[in-house]
């Protein structure tokens, strides 16, 4: 089969033996298959992240000297299925798939490691209990969203987010879309979305922000209009002494606290950040300008080392929440949110190439500027985009 290499940052279409499905297994048709930001990281710095991964106990992350077939959001026909796979698994029927493979002794990264290929190939292994027959017809460019949707949801799931909150999503890239759609489909009355790119504010645009902000010349925490933030240490006093002027003139006042309290009343209003860039400076740039009491959601994955302020994000009472990958049923949950239509992620498609044009995809999506997500189809001759 034909599938993209890649070793010392540099990609290539070579020919490969075809795999086979061992015992629990499908062996996929690749039909679609999304580069992710983590794939334009790991093609060039694949080494700083080992070094990463080391340290959460996982020695088999790719690394530059070793090829890997790359492509972690895929979907695909079942050619062949292995031995026990379920009967639902028909060949030809069309399944998305969570991407982690049994392999070499162990459960493997798919797409992310030299013992787990991926789908930037005509063909992908994957596990038929972690694989979900895609529903209602749904189209393939829709179904191989089902991935970063997956992080979106677990994203939103784990902000706590409510319909009252004000969502401001810094980086509007696939993540970050992905985040706005998930916002808009629970019903959050105010989205406010930032972004360098004009062409990535039209698309949050579409997604369903309803403020975008070119941080370039503004603010999104002031652009959200949220009333009761406080940005000011001082501020934050003047609340504190004014409120209890007031209410020690009440008898029993102690009881109207923590009713206020319990309601979530007693303090500044704040907003709930989604972090979704993932480069040195962001976190800390967040901690520096979000209000109070803001809770952070930190979507985008750094890769590289960076520097934080405790004593400022402590001083703001921020809550830092940190958020990776996403549980079985979110994976599930988001394909069928997709093929139900309870969630419109169509904006986030911006190109297709074949396995030739994955290089130029690559080039061209390091420019974050003309595209959002981009699918690789293995059938398309598609050479540039």
């Known amino acids: 089969m034909k599938a993209?290499?890649?070793?010392?940052?540099?990609?290539?279409?070579?020919?490969?033996?075809?795999?086979?499905?061992?015992?629990?297994?499908?062996?996929l048709d690749?039909?679609?298959?999304?580069?992710?930001?983590?794939?334009?990281?790991?093609?060039?710095?694949?080494?700083?992240?080992?070094?990463?991964m080391n340290g959460v106990g996982y020695p088999d992350f790719m690394r530059s000297d070793t090829p890997v077939v790359m492509g972690h959001e895929f979907c695909g026909e079942v050619a062949e299925r292995g031995k026990g796979a379920g009967k639902e698994f028909k060949v030809g029927a069309p399944v998305v798939s969570f991407p982690l493979l049994r392999a070499a002794g162990g459960v493997h990264l798919t797409g992310l490691s030299p013992l787990a290929s991926g789908g930037f190939a005509e063909q992908v292994l994957a596990e038929a209990a972690m694989s979900f027959v895609i529903p209602?017809?749904?189209?393939?460019?829709?179904a191989a969203l089902t991935e970063p949707m997956a992080v979106a949801l677990h994203a939103v799931r784990r902000s706590e987010i409510g319909k009252r909150d004000v969502a401001i999503v810094i980086g509007c890239g696939p993540v970050g879309l992905a985040v706005i759609c998930h916002l808009k489909a629970l019903g959050v009355g105010?989205?406010?979305?930032?972004?360098?790119s004009a062409t990535r504010r039209s698309l949050a645009t579409r997604c369903g922000a309803h403020v975008v902000v070119d941080p370039a010349v503004g603010s999104p925490y002031e652009a959200s209009g949220q009333r009761g933030t406080i940005t000011e240490a001082p501020q934050l006093y003047e609340l504190g002494v004014g409120s209890m002027e007031k209410l020690r003139?009440?008898?029993?006042?102690?009881?109207?606290?923590?009713?206020?309290?319990?309601?979530?009343?007693?303090?500044?209003?704040?907003?709930?950040?989604?972090?979704c860039v993932g480069v040195p400076g962001m976190i800390d740039g967040i901690v520096g300008a979000a209000p109070l009491q803001s809770r952070v959601i930190v979507v985008g994955v750094c890769m590289g080392e960076d520097r934080l302020r405790p004593a400022m994000a402590i001083g703001k009472e921020l809550d830092l929440r940190f958020v990776f990958g996403y549980t079985p049923l979110e994976f599930r949950d988001s394909l069928h949110m997709l093929a139900e239509g309870k969630v419109d992620a169509s904006a986030l498609v911006t190109g297709t190439v074949g396995l030739d044009g994955v290089a130029n995809a690559f080039e061209v999506l390091g420019a974050a500027e003309a595209h959002a997500k981009v699918l690789i189809d293995p059938r398309s001759t598609a050479a540039a985009l």
Not at 4 to 27: F, I, N, R, W, Y
Not at 190 to 196: E, K, L, M, Y
């Open 4 to 27: 993209v290499s890649c070793e010392h940052g540099t990609q290539s279409v070579v020919d490969l033996p075809a795999p086979q499905p061992a015992k629990g297994q499908l062996l």
């Open 30 to 52: 690749v039909r679609r298959c999304g580069i992710c930001g983590s794939d334009l990281h790991a093609k060039d710095h694949s080494d700083e992240l080992t070094e990463v």
């Open 136 to 142: 209602n017809g749904l189209d393939l460019d829709t």
């Open 190 to 196: 105010t989205i406010v979305a930032s972004d360098f």
């Open 249 to 275: 003139r009440v008898p029993g006042w102690t009881r109207l606290y923590r009713a206020a309290e319990a309601l979530g009343a007693a303090g500044p209003k704040r907003p709930v950040v989604f972090e």
